[in-house]
C-alpha cells in the first residue's frame, strides 16, 4: 500500500489554465506538506496543514490554494498557471508529536507531480 | 548566507571507496538535524537522524557539531546502489516552522 499517494504523477498544460494537484496519505498523520523542487533540485516549503489546520504558509503567490477536506488529504490549486510554476511538487506527510505542529518526526513523501507549464 | 549549506558534487567514487559529505548551517536555534536520500526523479526519504552523540547505521555514520554548526556523513565502503543525492536537513522545532532543506550533494559511484 502507498503511504503518500499524489495524482495525477505527470501534468502538462498551457499557460493560464487553473489545475489541481492531489494528495493523501493513509498512515493517520495529522501534518501535510506541500514541497516544490525546481530545476535546480532545491526543496522548498510551501504549505503546512495540522489536523485540516494552515500552519505554514510560505511566501508563495495567491496562485496557489491549498485544501485539507480532511486530515488524510491536501488538494493543491493552482490559478493562471506560469511558466515558472513548472516544477515537481511534493506532498508529505508526519506525525506531530506536539498537537501544534510544532515538532515534525519523520516526513514521508509523495512520488512527486511533475509539472511542465508550456 | 544560504540556511543550508553543501558543497553540491559531484562526488564519483569507485566501488569499496569511503566518502564524506559536510553541511552546515545558519542557525543556531535549529533542533533537530536529518539526512534524507533523493534518487534520481523520485522522492526524498529518510536515511538517518543525527544526534549530538553522533550516531551509526551500517555502513553511514553521522555526526553532529553544533558549535561549529556543522553536520557530516560518512559512507563506508560505498555501493553502486549508494548513488544518489544526499539532502541535509535541519528542524527549529518550532511551531509554524517546517524541515530546511539543503540544495543535496550528489554522489555517483562506479564500478
Known amino acids: 500500500d502507498t503511504a503518500v499517494s499524489q495524482t495525477p504523477k505527470y501534468l502538462v498544460t498551457q499557460m493560464g489554465n487553473d489545475k489541481s494537484i492531489k494528495c493523501e496519505q493513509n498512515l493517520g498523520h495529522d501534518t501535510m506538506y506541500w514541497y516544490k523542487q525546481d530545476s535546480k533540485k532545491f526543496l522548498k516549503i510551501m504549505f503546512s496543514?495540522?489536523?485540516?489546520?494552515?500552519?505554514i504558509n510560505e511566501t508563495v503567490p495567491n496562485r496557489f490554494s491549498p485544501k485539507s477536506p480532511d486530515k488524510a488529504h491536501l488538494n493543491l490549486h493552482i490559478n493562471s498557471l506560469e511558466l515558472g510554476d513548472s516544477a515537481v511538487y511534493f506532498c508529505?506527510?508526519?506525525?506531530?508529536?506536539?498537537?501544534?505542529?510544532?515538532?515534525?518526526?519523520?516526513?514521508?513523501f509523495g512520488p512527486g507531480t511533475r509539472l511542465t507549464v508550456l | 548566507r544560504k540556511e543550508v549549506e553543501q558543497d553540491p558534487g559531484p562526488f564519483n567514487v569507485p566501488e569499496g571507496a569511503t566518502v564524506a559529505f559536510n553541511c552546515t548551517y545558519s542557525n543556531s536555534a535549529s533542533q533537530s538535524f536529518f539526512w534524507y536520500r533523493q534518487d534520481c526523479r523520485k522522492e526524498p526519504k529518510l536515511l538517518m537522524s543525527?544526534?549530538?552523540s553522533g550516531n551509526e547505521d551500517g555502513r553511514f555514520t553521522a555526526q553532529l557539531n553544533r558549535a561549529s554548526q556543522y553536520i557530516s556523513l560518512l559512507i563506508r565502503d560505498s555501493k553502486l546502489s549508494d548513488s544518489a543525492t544526499y539532502l541535509c536537513v535541519v528542524n527549529l522545532n518550532q511551531a509554524g516552522t517546517a524541515l530546511i532543506f539543503g540544495k543535496g550533494t550528489t554522489l555517483s559511484v562506479s564500478s
Open positions: 496543514y495540522n489536523n485540516k489546520e494552515l500552519i
Open positions: 508529505a506527510s508526519s506525525q506531530d508529536l506536539t498537537g501544534t505542529g510544532g515538532w515534525t518526526d519523520t516526513q514521508y
Open positions: 543525527v544526534y549530538s
